[in-house]
T-cell receptor, first 113, second 114 residues
Framework: KNQVEQSPQSLIILEGKNCTLQ??????????LRWYKQDTGRGPVSLTI?????NTKSNGRYTATLDADTKQSSLHITASQLSDSASYIC????????????FGGGTRLMVKP | GAGVSQSPSNKVTEKGKDVELRCDPI?????LYWYRQSLGQGLEFLIY????????KSGLPSDRFSAERTGGSVSTLTIQRTQQEDSAVYLC????????????FGPGTRLTVT
């Protein structure tokens, strides 16, 4: 069964600190992996999209890495801000599956002052 | 331009009633998706429309759920004979076509079945 698992489920860090969120997937064959940020009460917003041939992509203070061999991805947040408090969702697409997505359960990040 | 919009933002209904949720995708986007997000759960795929192709309904949890997309634009998700387990946030997303493209999400409709 194709699955996407994220860890930790929740995380609390102090403002200004860095953190790394993990995503492991069993989706095969794999097309691409996305990281979304979802603020409470809002729809998810895309942070990065990586194909299987890419191993890193940055978007401001967010850097995503991908190891297609081990089927692992991480999202690193640098110099966290209070506005980073949100859920971060890892999403994997099946190859040739018409843009079908498999979602991880998300990591709930809280940044405290 | 405007993003994906959904209405209503909140809906409270009694068990057994039918509800309709509306999604207005970004103009020109050919792909439209419905997802469900239950409390404490991840996003669950429901249905996918791509252009004039037959929709992929593989994620619909029961035959009480149906969706249509009129004129390749606005979509309506209908839940008949609602049950308490249908309570969730229903999210709509659209993208401009096939492939690993950005999906833009609407704000969602929070459905509460009492």
């Amino acid at each position: 069964k194709n699955q996407v698992e994220q860890s930790p489920q929740s995380l609390i860090i102090l403002e200004g600190k860095n953190c790394t969120l993990q995503c492991n997937y069993t989706v095969s064959p794999f097309s691409n992996l996305r990281w979304y940020k979802q603020d409470t009460g809002r729809g998810p917003v895309s942070l990065t999209i990586m194909t299987f041939s890419e191993n890193t992509k940055s978007n401001g203070r967010y850097t995503a890495t991908l190891d297609a061999d081990t089927k692992q991805s991480s999202l690193h947040i640098t110099a966290s801000q209070l506005s980073d408090s949100a859920s971060y969702i890892c999403v994997v697409t099946f190859y040739n599956a018409g843009n079908m997505l498999t979602f991880g359960g998300g990591t709930r990040l809280m940044v405290k002052p | 331009g405007a993003g994906v919009s959904q209405s209503p933002s909140n809906k409270v209904t009694e068990k057994g009633k039918d509800v309709e949720l509306r999604c207005d995708p970004i103009s020109g986007h050919t792909a439209l998706y419905w997802y469900r997000q239950s409390l404490g759960q991840g996003l669950e795929f429901l249905i996918y429309f791509q252009g004039n192709s037959a929709p992929d309904k593989s994620g619909l949890p029961s035959d009480r759920f149906s969706a249509e997309r009129t004129g390749g634009s606005v979509s309506t998700l209908t839940i008949q004979r609602t049950q308490q387990e249908d309570s969730a946030v229903y999210l709509c997303a659209s993208s401009s076509g096939l492939g690993p493209l950005e999906q833009y999400f609407g704000p969602g409709t929070r459905l509460t079945v009492t």
